[in-house]
Antibody
Framework: QVQLVQSGAEVKKPGASVKVSCKAS????????MHWVRQAPGQGLEWMGI????????NYAQKFQGRVTMTRDTSTSTVYMELSSLRSEDTAVYYC???????????WGQGTLVTVSS | EIVLTQSPGTLSLSPGERATLSCRAS???????LAWYQQKPGQAPRLLIY???SRATGIPDRFSGSGSGTDFTLTISRLEPEDFAVYSC?????????FGQGTKLEIK
């Protein structure tokens, strides 16, 4: 079945970087764009950007430009989201989600909690 | 950036009742690229509606979406116990693909 499995929870200090992985299975990896969405504790969803696993092109929300890098490894069907210069406000659950006609469709990964604390 | 405002913030209803959730955009959403998601505590969101009115695979027909331009609505015709959750809208017609802040649908 189609599945996205994300890497485990992370605890980082302010100023550090974090790299979250999302491994896809059950479908042709390069046929579907992948979104990254985050959710701070008790807050709404926030779209971070999208990557085309086929060519590697990306589109980032301006809020994250310069701090976020999305990459992919086609040999392992894995996409990565790296966020740098972390601050406490970046504490959130980070999700990957397979694209469906432009929306963050189905499935979603299980989420990765990133905690930024000194 | 398109800002999506959802109302009400919280909606208290009983099973069997009809739920109407609103999503208003600060500017027109191109080609009705508007989606609705359901999220239960501790779970990832699930896509319900895309293209403003098309149900995603496996979504029961009690869920329906409507609207265009700047005003969109999610309707749940007869609430089932499993429908009580947070609902979020998202526009994906322009970047960034913004979400609304969510409506919590709770049991009355």
């Amino acid at each position: 079945q189609v599945q996205l499995v994300q890497s485990g929870a992370e605890v980082k200090k302010p100023g550090a970087s974090v790299k979250v992985s999302c491994k896809a299975s059950g479908y042709t990896f390069t046929n579907y764009y992948m979104h990254w969405v985050r959710q701070a504790p008790g807050q709404g969803l926030e779209w971070m950007g999208i990557i085309n696993p086929s060519g590697g092109s990306t589109n980032y929300a301006q809020k994250f430009q310069g701090r976020v890098t999305m990459t992919r490894d086609t040999s392992t069907s894995t996409v990565y989201m790296e966020l740098s210069s972390l601050r406490s406000e970046d504490t959130a659950v980070y999700y990957c989600a397979r694209d469906f006609q432009g929306a963050a469709g189905d499935p979603w990964g299980q989420g990765t909690l990133v905690t930024v604390s000194s | 950036e398109i800002v999506l405002t959802q109302s009400p913030g919280t909606l208290s209803l009983s099973p069997g009742e009809r739920a109407t959730l609103s999503c208003r955009a600060s500017q027109s959403v191109s080609s009705s690229y508007l989606a609705w998601y359901q999220q239960k505590p501790g779970q990832a969101p699930r896509l319900l509606i895309y293209g403003a009115s098309s149900r995603a695979t496996g979504i029961p027909d009690r869920f329906s979406g409507s609207g265009s331009g700047t005003d969109f609505t999610l309707t749940i015709s007869r609430l089932e116990p499993e429908d009580f959750a947070v609902y979020s809208c998202q526009q994906y017609g322009s970047s960034p693909r913004t979400f609304g802040q969510g409506t919590k649908l709770e049991i009355k």
